[in-house]
């Protein structure tokens, strides 16, 4: 049964319809209270390093198999890095978001 509109649903404690709302108004949420690009740091600074990375190597520099198509930081921003040349590295897509905040 469905923890939230008491439909029964034997399969989880929310009905697909209710977990899909709540989804969507978790992630509104967090876009409410997310700050903006630049005052993440993704300014006009890293938006020249960027380009430069993927001009010097277009190969993604983890899987060295797809074009890169971001610039993934060694060391996060959040743990106190800049976003100097020195520490960004190309990077395709699903390398680079399966890093998370790690570092290198």
Do not use: W
Request: proline fraction near 9%.
């Amino acid at each position: 049964m469905c923890s939230h509109c008491k439909r029964l649903d034997p399969l989880d404690s929310r009905c697909e319809p209710c977990s899909l709302a709540g989804a969507r108004r978790r992630e509104k949420k967090r876009q409410a209270t997310r700050p903006s690009p630049r005052e993440r740091g993704y300014d006009s600074e890293y938006r020249r390093a960027r380009a430069a990375t993927l001009a010097a190597d277009p190969v993604c520099s983890i899987c060295r198999r797809s074009p890169a198509t971001t610039a993934d930081h060694k060391v996060p921003l959040s743990r106190g890095r800049t976003n100097d040349i020195a520490n960004l590295r190309p990077a395709c897509g699903p390398c680079n978001f399966s890093r998370g905040n790690r570092a290198a």
